[in-house]
């Protein structure tokens, strides 16, 4: 009896100890499963900064997909405009073309996007696949003087490397699609944040502004502003993505609050210097509460 019993206490604990080996053993085998399916980690994210009128930004980053926040601390609205210098040019070369030629040097670059514009304190997330090479980062827009940013010292070289790192894409709630003289998107979206793919299928350069329009005003009255700015402008940057070159591609992460927004894309016609927007690249939507 009393054996017995030492048996059975000594025997009741096996039942549970073999289950937990068993799990054990599950475990051991799935973390040691081929690499191919370990968890892959999300984009890298890296923090631009700008000020009137300089960026602090690293001076090389690794390929592949990352998260690009740009914080404005400036008094006036900034944007982060990625170019990628064509194989053989260098940044000198870029930089003394646009001295000479203004927007005509982008012949030497490819637009690979970049966070759009944001009033200050504001800030823009976007999230691009970077190739490797050598890189521009400006920005274009100009205050009452008219002269562009990038002439005034937002123009800073970047290097991207080679990295064997591949993150997970981010999860996407639509898609915008840009094309000669449209934008394929979503007329209403919900408020707070969420990330968008933004692809644009050519064939020429475009960007999706993202304002919100001002209570009372129009897309009639933002179109105005931007031809002739006069006054406060009738509406408020809410970031978007810069321009891309036909084919590029990347994620834009918003966070709206309800309201009246316009898409717009303000790069010009090469032959004729018309803004796009004039052309039928600016889209009305609603984000609802
Ligand atoms: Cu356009």
Redesign the pocket.
């Known amino acids: 009896m009393f054996q017995s019993f030492i048996r059975q206490r000594a025997l009741r604990p096996l039942v549970p100890l073999i289950g937990v080996a068993s799990v054990a053993l599950v475990l051991g085998c799935q973390v040691a499963a081929p690499p191919a399916v370990q968890p892959r980690a999300a984009a890298r994210t890296v923090e631009f900064d700008a000020v009137d009128y300089a960026f602090n930004a690293p001076s090389t980053l690794p390929s592949g997909l990352t998260t690009i926040r740009l914080t404005n601390h400036g008094q006036e609205p900034h944007h982060a405009q990625l170019l990628r210098l064509n194989d053989g040019v260098d940044f000198d070369t870029f930089t003394q073309a646009l001295q000479r030629e203004g927007e005509g040097a982008l012949r030497l670059t490819s637009a690979e996007g970049g966070p759009g514009t944001t009033n200050p304190d504001g800030s823009a997330e976007v999230v691009l696949d970077l190739k490797p090479g050598s890189y521009a980062l400006a920005c274009f827009i100009s205050g009452p003087d008219g002269a562009p940013h990038l002439m005034k010292g937002m123009l800073k070289p970047i290097e991207v490397t080679q990295s064997d790192e591949s993150p997970i894409a981010p999860a996407t709630q639509a898609t915008f699609t840009?094309k000669d003289?449209s934008f394929d998107m979503p007329s209403t979206l919900r408020y707070g944040r969420a990330t968008y793919k933004v692809v644009n299928i050519g064939p020429?350069?475009?960007?999706l502004n993202i304002v919100k329009l001002a209570t009372g005003k129009t897309l009639r009255d933002a179109l105005e502003w931007e031809q002739a700015p006069a006054g406060p402008p009738p509406f408020a940057a809410a970031g978007g993505m810069n321009a891309f070159s036909a084919d590029g591609s990347g994620y834009m992460t918003l966070d709206l609050e309800p309201g009246t927004y316009v898409a717009i894309?303000n790069?010009p016609d090469p032959s004729s210097g018309t803004p796009?927007s004039h052309l039928g690249?600016v889209k009305e939507f609603t984000v609802q509460g």
């Open positions: 840009m003289f020429q350069m475009h960007e894309c790069v796009h690249m």
